[in-house]
């Protein structure tokens, strides 16, 4: 059986990830995640982008699982903050605290700056890697608005605060299907699945 480790622990990308794929027509494939090794231990996020994290984590998991392993690294970049949150979107409120109080740092960094000057953008990078090493990259962007107040309540991290002028909701006002179709995340998806097939023609 062809196999392809989703090298997260994030519940919400492992769900996002898994349906995009399947939504692609990636079948015969069978897909894990990190559930099924409780004992792995992923690699500290020390790189400077978001390509460097997604392809650390990519080979780390490949390496140790053996199997070609997909990665991503993703985040806010708001223009008004010189691009911050950044890679350190997970964690810009400080490490161990939630989507809540990264949010709620988010607004308070931008109570003083109008709407005109709310731009942002969700970045996605995945990266492939097989377990001698090799890696391949792909990047989604999707751009956007910073609300004042957070809309909806699905999906999660900023995407209540993620405005999408074309669609005239949060990223947290899309249903699943419409979210798996527009995201960062899925844009980059698609880019990589034309990688993933190639790995096991």
Not at 114 to 143: M, S
Request: overall charge positive; some cysteine; charged content about 20%.
């Amino acid at each position: 059986m062809k196999t392809l480790l989703i090298a997260t622990a994030n519940a919400h990308k492992v769900r996002e990830i898994n349906a995009k794929l399947r939504q692609q027509g990636l079948i015969g494939i069978e897909l894990l995640d990190f559930t099924a090794y409780p004992k792995y231990a992923p690699p500290e996020e020390n790189g400077a982008t978001f390509a460097e994290n997604a392809a650390l984590k990519a080979r780390a998991a490949a390496s140790y699982s053996g199997y070609v392993a997909l990665a991503d690294d993703s985040g806010l970049m708001v223009a008004a903050l010189g691009g911050a949150p950044g890679i350190y979107s997970a964690r810009y409120a400080g490490a161990g605290h939630n989507d809540a109080a990264n949010n709620a740092k988010l607004l308070a960094e931008l109570a003083d700056t109008p709407p005109e000057r709310r731009q942002a953008a969700f970045c996605c990078l995945i990266a492939l890697a097989k377990p001698d090493g090799q890696c391949w990259l792909a990047e989604g962007l999707v751009e956007g608005m910073i609300l004042k107040a957070p809309r909806g309540k699905a999906g999660f991290g900023y995407d209540p605060l993620f405005y999408l002028p074309t669609y005239g909701r949060a990223m947290a006002e899309l249903t699943p299907d419409e979210k798996n179709r527009i995201s960062h995340r899925a844009l980059a998806l698609e880019k990589a699945l034309p990688l993933i097939r190639r790995l096991w023609a």
